[in-house]
């Protein structure tokens, strides 16, 4: 496993950019799709997206198509979701992830998918 680590939360209004990013250690970091998902009070977990092992298929929800883009440096064993047009309902708590499995793949993705997880970062969005 993977252990990760989420930075570049924070507050910006609505319109406004951030960009996260997703620092991993151990395990074989360039083997696993990675993903971002986001968890708001009294909700679940949702996909926001994810990102094949060689960065070649990214995956994004209807949400936020279009506004945010996933990327990673296999190199530097980093993912990075950059947001843009940031709206008051993208208010969460934002997790890096990997999948369970090295070289999975699918087109439909759930947290059932993914096994490893970072502490998450706050991202609100003011209107």
């Known amino acids: 496993q993977v252990q990760l680590v989420e930075s570049g939360g924070g507050l910006v209004q609505a319109g406004g950019s951030l960009r996260l990013s997703c620092a991993a250690s151990g395990g074989s970091f360039s083997t696993y799709t990675m993903g971002w998902f986001r968890q708001a009070p009294g909700n679940e977990r949702e996909f926001v997206a994810a990102?094949?092992?060689?960065?070649?298929?990214?995956y994004s929800s209807d949400s936020v198509k279009g506004r945010f883009t996933i990327s990673r440096d296999n190199g530097k064993k980093t993912v990075a979701l950059q947001m843009n047009n940031l709206k008051p309902e993208d208010t969460a708590v934002y997790f890096c992830?990997?999948?369970?499995?090295?070289?999975?793949?699918?087109?439909?993705?759930?947290?059932?998918?993914?096994?490893?997880w970072g502490q998450g970062t706050q991202v609100t969005v003011s209107s």
């Open positions: 992830a990997a999948a369970r499995n090295s070289y999975y793949s699918s087109t439909n993705y759930s947290y059932r998918d993914f096994g490893s």
């Open positions: 990102i094949s092992w060689r960065g070649g298929s990214t």
